[in-house]
Each structure stands twice: as structure tokens, then as C-alpha cells.
């Protein structure tokens, strides 16, 4: 499975979806908090981003139910 991280269109969220055609489209979604505070907003969007490319990075190396070494 190879999947990529992408800015939710309609949410505070970045989502972890799949590029192979014929499967599930979108595998998981990461949140946010919105904020008026622009750093916080900035912190708070870059973490989730962090979170999410981890959770795609996880699906992208895991081959026939186990890791690759």
C-alpha cells in the first residue's frame, strides 16, 4: 500500500490517504485546533503534520503484515 499525506478540503485535518486505485481512499485523518493565535495555529498544524507523514511513513514500509528491516 503507498500512501501520502494531503490537507483535508473541508476540515482543520491532515488526512493519510492511499494512491493504489481500487482500495479504501482515505486510510486516516489527523486533526488540528484552530486558533486566532497564529503560532499556536502554526505549531498546532505542524505537529499534526508530523503525526500524519509517521502514520503514512508506517503504511508505506509495512510489506505482508510485517515491517521491512
Known amino acids: 500500500m ?3 499525506v494531503k490537507h483535508s478540503k473541508s476540515k482543520s485535518a491532515w488526512n493519510i490517504v492511499n494512491t ?5 481512499y482515505k486510510i486516516a485523518s489527523v486533526p488540528y485546533i484552530q486558533t486566532d493565535d497564529p503560532q499556536i495555529l502554526t505549531r498546532e498544524r505542524l505537529e499534526a503534520f508530523e503525526h500524519a507523514e509517521f502514520i503514512s511513513q508506517c503504511f ?3 510489506r505482508n503484515g510485517k515491517e521491512e528491516e
Do not use: P, S
Open 2 to 4: 503507498e500512501t501520502i
Open 20 to 24: 493504489t486505485l481500487g482500495e479504501k
Open 60 to 62: 508505506n514500509n509495512k
